[in-house]
């Protein structure tokens, strides 16, 4: 079974670029997550997808972050536009539903560095 | 609001030691822990997972948790770590609704 796919895996851009990262959760999952990891620290969510629809992003800055998950499948988070805090991974994962029993599958990441 | 503490950053021990990395955690509603491991060069994959029932959990690889509600703490423990348990872990817990919150994570480095 193929795991979460994400892409790229390293991204190096100057500030006030923009910037995206693509995630393909497993098939058949309906929950996917996006979460931003800093060095030494824990995942942090941004927004996580029940099909196509956003059930929380309270997280997410919606001044510069944006996300969609067309047709409930595959999701870009954006970024536009960056800045030198937002060096980071990006992390991906999805779930057999969002019930809170249910094991989060992630991605390998996206590192993003902003120069 | 949810938290997740970690009390060590980075462990070091030799092989066949026991292991016991503390995590503490602050919710009023249903608890919800789990633990997480990374291995290098490898995704965060889920090693095991209290939600209700026996609070001793055991999980893959002879990892164990046991949560006590009087301390808020899901310890993790193995009572004789190898050197491929090298890795990073992460303590987390999830709200009823699915929101995860996840500690800062403890290296754990095994010597061979």
């Known amino acids: 079974e193929a795991g979460v796919v994400q892409s790229p895996r390293y991204k190096i851009i100057e500030k006030k670029q923009p910037v995206a990262f693509w995630c393909n959760p497993i098939s058949g999952h309906n929950t996917l997550y996006w979460y931003l990891q800093n060095l030494g620290q824990g995942p942090e969510l941004l927004i996580r997808?029940?099909?196509?629809?956003?059930?929380?992003d309270s997280q997410l800055p919606k001044d510069r972050f944006s996300a969609e998950r067309l047709k409930g499948v595959d999701s870009t988070l954006k970024i536009q536009p960056a800045e030198l805090g937002d060096s980071a991974v990006y992390l991906c994962?999805?779930?057999?539903?969002?019930?809170?029993?249910?094991?989060?599958?992630f991605g390998p990441g996206t590192r993003l560095t902003v120069l | 609001a949810q938290s997740v503490s970690q009390h060590n950053h980075h462990v070091i021990l030799s092989e066949a030691a026991s292991l016991e990395l503390g995590c503490n955690y602050s919710?009023?509603?249903?608890?919800?822990l789990f633990w997480y491991v990374q291995y290098p060069g490898q995704h965060l994959q889920l090693l095991l997972k209290y939600f209700s029932g026996d609070p001793l959990v055991k999980g893959i690889k002879g990892f164990e948790a046991e949560f006590i509600k009087s301390k808020f703490s899901f310890n993790l423990r193995k009572p004789s770590v190898q050197w491929s348990d090298t890795a990073e872990y992460f303590c987390?817990?999830?709200?009823?609704?699915?929101?995860?919150?996840f500690g800062d994570g403890t290296t754990l480095t095994v010597k061979p």
């Open positions: 997808y029940e099909n196509e629809e956003a059930v929380d």
């Open positions: 987390g817990h999830a709200t009823n609704a699915g929101k995860s919150t």
């Open positions: 994962a999805s779930s057999l539903g969002g019930r809170v029993g249910n094991e989060q599958f």
């Open positions: 919710y009023g509603g249903t608890v919800n």
